[in-house]
């Protein structure tokens, strides 16, 4: 079983910059892909960024440019850099990790808020 533990969120003006941060219980190697949800309210889960073992990199339409995903294997850790905030990111963040097919990993989640 893995745990994942986002932090990272907060309350941010818009044009402003956060970094998320998800941590894992174990070793990330075998996580595969990795990536980043968002839910905002009254909306389904959508897809953010995710990233694969060899670095390969999905990110959705419309945060292109702006958030960028990495993982740092040693850490067991996997970061969302987000810039240029917009108020329409405002969201739960959810961290997500699988291994193979069939099993999935979610954290808890944490709260980005952005003011215009």
């Known amino acids: 079983q893995v745990q994942l533990v986002e932090s990272g969120g907060g309350l941010v003006q818009t044009g402003g910059s956060l970094r998320l941060s998800c941590a894992a219980s174990?070793?990330?190697?075998?996580?595969?892909?990795m990536g980043w949800y968002r839910q905002a309210p009254g909306k389904q889960r959508e897809l953010v960024a995710t990233?694969?073992?060899?670095?390969?990199?999905v990110y959705a339409d419309s945060v292109k440019g702006r958030f960028t995903i990495s993982r740092d294997n040693a850490k067991n850790t996997v970061y969302l850099q987000m810039n240029s905030l917009k108020p329409e990111d405002t969201a739960v963040y959810y961290c997500n990790a699988q291994r193979g097919v069939y099993v999935a990993y979610w954290g808890q989640g944490t709260q980005v808020t952005v003011s215009s």
């Open positions: 990233i694969n073992s060899a670095g390969y990199t």
């Open positions: 174990g070793s990330i190697l075998s996580l595969n892909p």
